[in-house]
Structures are given as structure tokens and as C-alpha cells.
């Protein structure tokens, strides 16, 4: 009588949601969530940063593009939300790895630095929280005006100006751009290797496409400030100097006196 091997009752796998757990808690999903949220927010980096240049165009074009990002209030509020959700993720994301790589270094291992490691790579954990720190501050300012010494809800432009024409301000505004270009230099050149174009013929273009993003977001949004303490960025007209200055000239009441034959009739 031959014995038939039966085999070993085989244990459920793991469901897909375990596993995309897994792979989110995993420094490689880490990684990729960092760099998928970096996308989001240089994304609104670069939108944020050309609304902010029509200052140049007047107030009249600034706070008409004000009023149209409030026209739907829900696209708005959507728009907010993933805009916050990113910023968590990638907040999270980070603080995740920072433990994960320091617990690793505790332990002895040793993390072999990239080529191209530069002093912006080195100091994220510097720039990371000095920029959240910033935007609390700029949300207070400008947004909510918490913090702005003389607020005129709706009026964009007078509050960007007379918020920046204070010297202490604007100088936070242009070291903030300053770190800002530290951490998008770094930021997008990493973005490159986690989603695999580490290659050497791939590292110089991603760190010049990192380098050129990083000097145009900064110089872009620096030029407001500094405009507005070389006053090429001055407040707008009181409305009533701005309708004698468009008052037409056909409007001017002009007393002419008569003519003296006329006089003496």
C-alpha cells in the first residue's frame, strides 16, 4: 500500500493591502512617496511664484488673478487640501527616513555619500523645517494677516507691499528664497535617482535641471521683495488720487470769462 504525501495546508498570502503597506513603510516606498509629494509642491511652487510676479504688472492685475483663484471657492478648498496632504506626506515621509537612517548609523553602519553630494544635501534637515517655519509665517502675513501690521482683506497687492516695505520682512522673504533654492536644488536632483535615472549620463542633466529650477524659483520670487525696498514696486494710488488721474480732460469745468464788447451790452 504506497503512502501519498499530501502537502502542507498552505498559509493565506498576504493580501494586496498588506503588501502596498509594506511597500509605503518601506524606505524605497518612502523614497517614492517623498518624491511624488515633491512634485506636487514644486509644482504649486511654480504657479505660486508667476501669480506673485504680476505685482509687476499693477495692482489692478495683481488682484484681479487674487479674485479669480477665489471665484470657486470648492475648486479652491480642494486645491488646499491636496496641497496639505502633500505637505504632510512629505513631512512624514522625511522624518521616517531621518529615524530610519540615524537608527542605521547607531547600529554601525555605515551610508556611503553620493558623488555629487553637495552642502544643500547635507543640510535638508536644516532647510526642511526653517521652510515650514516660513510658511506658518507667510500663511499669517499675507494670507490671514495675522501678522501684517496694516491688512486690507481682498486687497492683495497694497498688503504685499506694505508687508514687504518693512526691512526686517523683506529680508526674512528673501533668505526664506534663499533656502528655498538650497532645498529644490537638492530636492528635484534626488527626485532623478529615486525614480531610477541614477545612471552617470542621467546625473548631469538631472542636477542641471535641478540647479536651473533652483535659480529661477528663487530669483523669482526674491525680485518682489527686493523691488518693493528699491521702490520699482510702489503702493497703489488712494482711489481718489486715481480718478483725478483718470478723469478726463473734457470733464474739467473751465470758467472763460466774456469778452469785453460783450460786457457791455
Do not use: C
Amino acid at each position: 500500500m504506497s503512502a501519498v504525501a499530501t502537502k502542507p495546508a498552505s498559509t493565506p498570502g498576504p493580501t494586496s493591502r498588506p503588501r502596498l503597506l509594506r511597500f509605503w513603510g518601506s524606505t524605497v516606498g518612502l523614497k517614492i512617496l517623498m518624491a511624488l509629494t515633491g512634485v506636487i509642491l514644486t509644482g504649486f511652487v511654480l504657479v505660486h511664484m508667476l501669480g506673485n510676479l504680476q505685482v509687476f504688472q499693477g495692482s489692478e492685475s495683481l488682484n484681479a488673478y487674487a479674485k479669480l483663484l477665489r471665484a470657486e471657492p470648492a475648486l479652491l478648498w480642494t486645491f488646499r487640501v491636496v496641497l496639505l496632504s502633500a505637505v504632510v506626506l512629505h513631512i512624514v515621509a522625511w522624518v521616517v527616513l531621518l529615524k530610519t537612517s540615524l537608527a542605521a548609523r547607531s547600529g554601525g553602519y555605515q551610508v556611503t555619500s553620493y558623488k555629487e553630494s553637495s552642502y544643500a544635501s547635507r543640510s535638508m534637515k536644516l532647510t526642511g523645517p526653517l521652510l515650514l517655519a516660513f510658511i506658518i509665517y507667510h500663511i499669517l502675513h499675507l494670507t490671514t494677516g495675522t501678522a501684517h501690521p496694516d491688512y486690507h482683506e481682498g486687497d492683495v497687492y497694497t498688503n504685499l507691499v506694505t508687508g514687504l516695505r518693512v526691512v526686517p520682512v523683506a529680508i526674512i522673504y528673501i533668505l526664506a528664497m534663499a533656502l528655498l533654492g538650497f532645498h529644490l536644488w537638492h530636492g528635484v536632483w534626488s527626485m532623478f535617482q529615486t525614480l531610477g535615472a541614477n545612471q552617470p549620463r542621467y546625473n548631469s542633466f538631472g542636477r542641471r535641471f535641478a540647479t536651473g529650477l533652483a535659480i529661477v524659483v528663487a530669483l523669482g520670487f526674491a525680485a518682489v521683495p527686493l523691488a518693493v525696498l528699491a521702490g520699482v514696486i510702489k503702493p497703489a494710488p488712494e482711489p481718489a488720487e486715481r480718478t483725478a488721474a483718470a478723469a478726463p480732460e473734457t470733464a474739467r469745468v473751465v470758467v472763460v470769462p466774456a469778452p469785453e464788447h460783450a460786457q457791455g451790452r
